[in-house]
């Protein structure tokens, strides 16, 4: 049985989810990914396999995101943190290695107002789309549209 390989990549600051300002963040850390998809996607589950990968420097993330695209990866569930709104290198990196990629953030980025540049995102125009503002479930749902997105595909 084939599975869908998706990448979960976590920029900078984001190796605490769980402990790191859990008042913004929630307590909910990526150890409780896998049993959040499962009890979202119930069997369908069993067919994707997650692989997690944090790193705070740029050319890391661009480094195993290029990893990502030689191993043919399904598609990656992308927090790149504050890259999202800086990172040209990271943005030019996703434009060219075309795999499905759905930008992932725990909060609510647009409803930060009080710092319009978070508003923006470089990235989110290589996307198939963006989840933002319901914590560790913005990943469930990012890794259910690539699911989605991958069995469109593979039908």
Not at 16 to 42: A, C, F, N, T, W
Not at 93 to 106: K, R
Not at 124 to 146: C, D, E, K, P
Request: charged residues 15%; glycine residues 12%; hydrophobic residues 45%.
């Amino acid at each position: 049985m084939t599975k869908c390989r998706i990448l979960v990549l976590n920029g900078p600051n984001l190796g605490h989810i769980g402990k790191r300002q859990p008042e913004i963040y929630g307590s909910r850390g990526m150890d409780d990914l896998g049993l959040m998809v499962g009890e979202s996607l119930g069997e369908a589950a069993g067919r994707i396999e997650l692989s997690f990968f944090q790193a705070n420097g740029e050319g890391q993330l661009i480094d195993r995101l290029e990893q990502a695209w030689r191993d043919k990866l399904d598609g990656v569930a992308f927090n790149a943190g504050a890259f999202t709104h800086t990172s040209l290198a990271l943005a030019d990196c996703l434009a060219w290695i075309g795999i499905p990629c759905v930008e992932v953030h725990l909060s609510n980025i647009f409803a930060r107002t009080d710092q319009p540049l978070r508003q923006q995102s470089l990235m989110g125009r290589s996307a198939i789309g963006v989840v933002a503002g319901f914590g560790m479930m913005s990943y469930v749902l990012a890794v259910s549209a690539l699911w989605q997105h991958w069995l469109t595909k593979n039908s």
